[in-house]
């Protein structure tokens, strides 16, 4: 996992999980849902759970190679705080949460045994 370097933008999908809890699911919630409404992005739903390999709370943004360079950075300036982990989306989803995968923010250590079966 890329945990000391900015995202960078070598693939065509991309998915961006905002992490949050109960103090910050106002923020993020709102973070996520200007994101989507300023660069014509897709929301997930905002899961007041962990789910998938995700350790905490989280909404997911999802966006392509041709919106990175504009989301990425300002994410990067409005996320106040939060975590936000950014990955490759290509059909291999180990792959995509390990080796191409970026923080803006503090790392999270993320359950990958859920993809136990993908090469």
């Known amino acids: 996992m890329n945990v000391d370097k900015f995202p960078v933008n ?6 961006a999980h905002v992490y949050f809890e109960q103090e910050t699911v106002t ?16 929301m997930g ?6 789910i998938g390999p995700h ?5 997911q943004i999802i966006f392509t190679s041709n919106d990175f360079n504009m989301l990425i950075p300002w994410l990067e300036n409005e996320r106040n705080g939060l975590t936000v982990f950014v ?3 290509t059909g291999n989803n180990l792959k995509d949460h390990t080796d191409m995968a970026y923080w803006l923010g503090k790392p999270q250590d993320l359950n990958l045994s859920i993809f136990k079966n993908d090469t």
């Not at 739903?45 to 962990?50: F, S």
């Open 45 to 50: 739903r905002v899961h007041r759970r962990k």
């Open 10 to 15: 070598d693939h065509d999908k991309y998915h």
């Open 27 to 42: 923020f993020a919630t709102m973070l996520c849902e200007k994101a989507a409404h300023l660069f014509g992005l897709s």
């Open 55 to 59: 350790p905490k709370w989280s909404c």
């Open 87 to 89: 990955h490759a989306v």
